[in-house]
């Protein structure tokens, strides 16, 4: 075994074993013998309490439900490094089945001494997105439900440093998601490839990348309106639009907590990258596509 496999099993095991804790606070005991599977809650939407990792779950017909994201970014090669993303999103309930969403963004970057990116301070409204989600598979009438995301959008900002710069980028994620056990503990996994062609001053050439992502989370219930779970990633970076040369990679892992209080929700995802390999680099973890670290904030309330 080389000693790369070595360490990545060694963080893995603390990690499934947290899942365990986790299921096993969610299950009370008896909770399967004998029992008759009651029908689902309504009022358990599955789509926020993940965090990064998103639910199948999807709003209901002529629902309209505003969002308010908060997205930020910790720790780069370098001395100093931070991004933090604003975004407003109005989603509404087009068809059974079928939501979109408008969005609105705005972005503050600041970068010191950083290989590869100016030293920056700045920020300010950045673009647009749009997305929609069609429901494939109801959890409510099958043991898994699965919703196919399409999203693209325009940011007159640079994602990583917030300088002026043309961004155009777009998505596609696959979100499967399942409840273990009744009312008690859920379970979802997503699978996604994003892109994105970007041209700024700061670049002599217009630059293309993509890539892939595998996530998976557990949510469980320890009290009313209280959900605390465990998240877990694998990124892929690649030059070109097409998946094209490898740049490497990173693995993370974070708590997340979703709280509910009447029709209103809150959602806090902390994740962490613990291993990394970027092409041509030494380090166990890959500070030049990646974060070190990422947290994500969400509120919403359907008007």
């Not at 499934?16 to 008896?30: D, E, F, H, V, Y």
């Not at 900002?157 to 002026?164: C, H, I, M, S, Y």
């Not at 050439?205 to 998976?216: D, P």
Request: hydrophobic residues 40%.
């Amino acid at each position: 075994m080389t000693p790369r496999r070595r360490s990545i099993r060694s963080r893995c095991f603390p990690a499934l074993a947290l899942l365990a804790g986790i299921a096993g606070l969610a299950l009370p005991a008896g909770a399967n013998e004998g029992a008759e599977r009651p029908p689902r809650q309504s009022e358990v939407d599955s789509e926020h309490m993940f965090g990064f990792t998103v639910g199948s779950d999807i709003e209901e017909p002529g629902s309209i439900v505003p969002h308010f994201n908060t997205a930020a970014a910790f720790g780069r090669r370098g001395r100093l490094y931070s991004v933090i993303d604003q975004n407003f999103e109005l989603k509404y309930g087009l068809a059974p089945g079928v939501a979109v969403a408008a969005a609105f963004n705005g972005i503050a970057a600041r970068a010191r001494g950083v290989p590869g990116l100016p030293d920056t301070y700045s920020g300010g409204a950045s673009g647009v997105g749009l997305s929609a989600r069609f429901q494939i598979l109801d959890r409510q009438k099958s043991p898994v439900g699965l919703t196919l995301d399409v999203n693209g959008g325009y940011d007159s900002r640079d994602p990583g440093t917030a300088r002026a710069a043309t961004v155009w980028s777009g998505g596609v994620r696959a979100a499967f998601d399942s409840e273990l056990i009744y009312d008690r503990l859920f379970a979802a996994v997503n699978i996604g490839l994003d892109t994105q062609t970007r041209a700024s001053a700061d670049l002599p050439w217009t630059e293309r990348s993509s890539g892939t992502f595998v996530a998976a989370s557990v949510s469980a219930r320890l009290a009313p309106g209280v959900f605390v779970g465990l998240e877990a990633s694998y990124r892929r970076a690649y030059e070109g639009q097409a998946l094209g040369r490898f740049q490497g990679d990173a693995f993370y892992l974070g708590p997340s907590i979703y709280l509910t209080s009447g029709r209103s929700w809150l959602t806090l995802s902390v994740a962490t990258q613990i291993r990394g390999h970027e092409v041509g680099g030494s380090s166990g973890l890959n500070l030049r596509e990646f974060e070190r670290h990422r947290v994500l904030l969400v509120f919403g309330k359907p008007l």
